[in-house]
C-alpha cells in the first residue's frame, strides 16, 4: 500500500458485535475506611474482590444491558483478561457511542463499594473506530457517566500527559502492527520504558488509578457512517452565505430511467435485431424496400428459433418469399412427433401461399412421402 492510499472499512459494514478485553487495573486502590472498628486502614492489607461493570451508551444515553466481568481477587495485581462480546453490532453503533466502564468492589459485604469509572468514545475526532490498548483514568468516587459530554472522560488532559503517556501511545500502534518490529531494539526500548515508568512512580506516587481496555482491531481501518441516508449538517444552520454540504442517499444508484434511455439509445445504434420485437401497422406500411432488405439480412443474424415462433412467420402479415422460407427451414428441423402437433395450423398457412408449389408445399409433400415410406 502506498503512503498516499488509504484503506478503510465503513461501519455499517461490519456484521459483527461489539468485542473487547478488560485486562487489567493498574494503581494502588484507595484506603478504605471502619468507622465501626479500631483497625487502621493503613495498617491492614486491602484484600478487595472488584469487578467491572461495562455499559454501552449512545447519545448520552444507555443502550443494551449491562455487562459484568468475573471478580478478581489476587491483591494488588488485579489482571481480569477478560473478553466482554455486547449483544450490539458495529453496524448499529452510532456517531456518539461512548463506553462507561465503573469498577466495584464486593468485599464490604452487603452493599457494593463504588471504586470509580471512566468513559471512552468509540470513535475519535476522525470518525475512526478506536482499536488496541486503551489506559483509562479511573474517577474515584464516581461512577461512569454515559451522556455526552461526559463528566468522566478516561482520556489523560494534554497538559498532564508527560513522556511514559506518549511511549504508551507509541507502544499502542507497535502492537498494532504501525511500526515495525526489530527485535534487538525492541527489547531496548522496552527496557528503557520500564525505567522511566519506574522513575515516574516513585516520584508521583500511585494517586490515580487506571483501568487498561484493549479493543478489537481489524486488518484496515474502520471509518464511522451509518446505514442509509447520512445528512452531515451544521447545527444551527447559519443564515450567512456559507457553503453547507447535503449527503444525497442515491449518489451512486442507477437511475431507472435514464437506464431505460440508455438501453434505447443503445438498440438505434445497433439496430433492431430482437425477434420478439414486432412491428405496428402503422409501421409495416412506412417501410421502403430499403428497410425490408435490411431486415431480410438481419434474420441470418438471429438465435435459432422454435417451430411456434416459425408459424408466426406463415401468417398472413409475412408476404416475403424469404421470410417464408426461413420459416421452413425451421420446420425442417423438426421431428415427425412434434410437426403432428402443429399439421392443423401447417394446412392452414397453406392458404397464405401464393402458388401452389410454394416452399411450404413442398416441404409437407416431401415429409409426408418419407413417412410413407419408412412404414
Request: aromatic share 8%; net charge neutral.
Amino acid at each position: 500500500m502506498s503512503g498516499n492510499e488509504f484503506r478503510f472499512f465503513l461501519s455499517y459494514d461490519i456484521n459483527l458485535p461489539v468485542t473487547f478485553r478488560i485486562e487489567r487495573l493498574e494503581g494502588s486502590l484507595p484506603p478504605v475506611e471502619f468507622p465501626d472498628s479500631g483497625i487502621d486502614p493503613a495498617a491492614e492489607e486491602r484484600r478487595a474482590e472488584l469487578y467491572v461493570e461495562c455499559v454501552l451508551c449512545m447519545d448520552g444515553a444507555p443502550f443494551g444491558l449491562p455487562m459484568r466481568t468475573r471478580l478478581e481477587t489476587n491483591g494488588s495485581a488485579y489482571c481480569w483478561n477478560e473478553l466482554i462480546t455486547l449483544s450490539t453490532k458495529y453496524r448499529d453503533l452510532g456517531r456518539y457511542s461512548q463506553l462507561a466502564l465503573t469498577v466495584w468492589d464486593v468485599s464490604h459485604g452487603k452493599d457494593e463499594g463504588l471504586i470509580g469509572g471512566a468513559t471512552i468514545p468509540l470513535f475519535n475526532s476522525k470518525l475512526q473506530l478506536k482499536t488496541g490498548k486503551q489506559k483509562l483514568r479511573l474517577w474515584l468516587g464516581k461512577v461512569a457517566d454515559g451522556s455526552f459530554p461526559t463528566t468522566t472522560p478516561g482520556k489523560v488532559p494534554r497538559h498532564e500527559r508527560g513522556e511514559l503517556e506518549r511511549l504508551e501511545k507509541l507502544l499502542n500502534k507497535y502492537e498494532r502492527g504501525q511500526i515495525q518490529r526489530v527485535d534487538w531494539l525492541d527489547r531496548l526500548t522496552f527496557k528503557a520504558m520500564e525505567k522511566i515508568k519506574g522513575r515516574k512512580s516513585s516520584k508521583t506516587g500511585s494517586s490515580h488509578l487506571y483501568l487498561v481496555v484493549d479493543f478489537c482491531s481489524f486488518e484496515h481501518r474502520v471509518v464511522f457512517q451509518e446505514s442509509g441516508a447520512n445528512f452531515v449538517l451544521p447545527s444551527p444552520i447559519s443564515s450567512t452565505n456559507e457553503l453547507v454540504i447535503v449527503w444525497d442517499p442515491e449518489v451512486g444508484k442507477i437511475n431507472p430511467s435514464e437506464h431505460k434511455q440508455l438501453k434505447l439509445a443503445r438498440s438505434l445504434t445497433r439496430g433492431i435485431i430482437d425477434r420478439d420485437l414486432k412491428p405496428s401497422n402503422s409501421e409495416r406500411k412506412l417501410a421502403s424496400s430499403l428497410e425490408a432488405k435490411q431486415a431480410l439480412e438481419l434474420m441470418g443474424k438471429w438465435e435459432t428459433i422454435d417451430v411456434s415462433d416459425a408459424l408466426e412467420l406463415l401468417s398472413p402479415l409475412f408476404e416475403s418469399e424469404e421470410v417464408r422460407a426461413y420459416a421452413v427451414s425451421v420446420l425442417e428441423r423438426a421431428d415427425d412427433e412434434e410437426l403432428q402437433c402443429y399439421l392443423l395450423q401447417l394446412v392452414q398457412a397453406l392458404r397464405f401461399e401464393r402458388t401452389d408449389k410454394s416452399r411450404l408445399s413442398q416441404f409437407l409433400v416431401q415429409r409426408c412421402m418419407y413417412c410413407i415410406s419408412d412404414v
